[in-house]
């Protein structure tokens, strides 16, 4: 498996593993993927990962700023999808800890995750890689109608306070 850059020419199976994410229906609020420009615009041009085996794309991983003030901007919210017959193999850790690293090196010092509470397997993957559960937002957003919770996780740079 090796672990890249992501590519615009990469969205269309970036969409179709966003869209599998979407359809478990705890996995995102969004009902839809988005287009590539909507997409684009919301994520930091850093830290945009592809996993990959044999020109498979198996899963990817991106930062969003959290805040457009200045005072936030090391701050990043992670998106992390795997697609279906990739789950349970390594592959979000392996994305996991190439974000970690490559968040490190573009000066970010916390990475942020709002897990639903029934997203077992991301929940147990950022408490893997050293991300603590800070908190829980009760019924923060509905989807389908439905209230949902959002459990808070945050990994904060080792490099915090060495400057």
Known sequence: ???????????????????EGIATGFATFETQAPTYEHWD?????ECRLIAETDGE?????????????????????????ISDKSRG??????LMQHL???SERAGFWTLQSGIFP???ASIKLH???GFRYIGKRE??????????????FEKRSCNVGVD
Request: hydrophobic share 40%; net charge positive.
């Open 57 to 81: 794309i198996m899963g990817w991983a991106a930062l969003s700023p959290v805040s457009s003030r200045c005072v936030y901007g090391g701050v990043g919210e992670v998106s992390i999808y």
């Open 100 to 102: 970690i690293d490559e």
């Open 139 to 152: 019924r923060v957003g509905k989807i389908h109608g439905v209230w949902k919770d959002n459990l808070l």
């Open 41 to 45: 615009n919301a994520h930091s041009s």
């Open 89 to 94: 193999k390594g592959v979000g850790k392996l």
């Open 127 to 129: 408490e893997k890689m």
């Open 118 to 120: 029934e997203n077992t």
């Open 1 to 19: 498996m090796v672990i890249r850059n992501m590519k615009t020419s990469d969205w269309e199976e970036v969409s179709r593993i966003y869209l």
